[in-house]
């Protein structure tokens, strides 16, 4: 059984930091992508960055510059090292794996919504 579960989340100021982790169960990260997507209150889901088997990596544009993603095999983890944070990054913010051999088509940030694995949620909330 897969299982994914984010951590890390939190509340912070604006210019603030935080490092979101997703550990896997069940599941490798190898051979496939894997990212984040996120969930303001009341909107519609974004997908915000992606790593693909590869490791090649793709942002959206909203937070290209501020957040980096990573990942560790051995340790079946993903990452998301978010800087700078604004107002607008408020969102609950999801892990999300696509099946073991999958391909992104353009960029991978946007094919994340529609993965096969995802995670419960972890909430960030940034203050002005």
């Known amino acids: 059984q897969v299982q994914l579960v984010e951590s890390g989340g939190g509340s912070v100021q604006t210019g603030g930091s935080l490092r979101l982790s997703c550990a896997a169960s069940?599941?490798?990260?190898?051979?496939?992508?894997t990212g984040w997507f996120r969930q303001p209150t009341g909107k519609e889901r974004e997908g915000v960055a992606a790593?693909?088997?590869?490791?090649?990596?793709s942002y959206a544009d909203s937070v290209k510059g501020r957040f980096t993603i990573s990942r560790d095999n051995a340790k079946k983890t993903l990452y998301l090292q978010m800087n700078n944070l604004r107002p607008e990054d408020t969102a609950m913010y999801y892990c999300?794996?696509?099946?073991?051999?999958?391909?992104?088509?353009?960029?991978?940030?946007?094919?994340?919504?529609?993965?096969?694995?995802r995670g419960q949620g972890t909430q960030v909330t940034v203050s002005s």
């Open positions: 999300a794996a696509a099946d073991s051999g999958s391909s992104c088509y353009g960029e991978c940030y946007t094919n994340i919504l529609w993965t096969k694995y």
């Open positions: 069940g599941f490798t990260y190898r051979g496939t992508y």
């Open positions: 790593i693909d088997s590869s490791d090649g990596t």
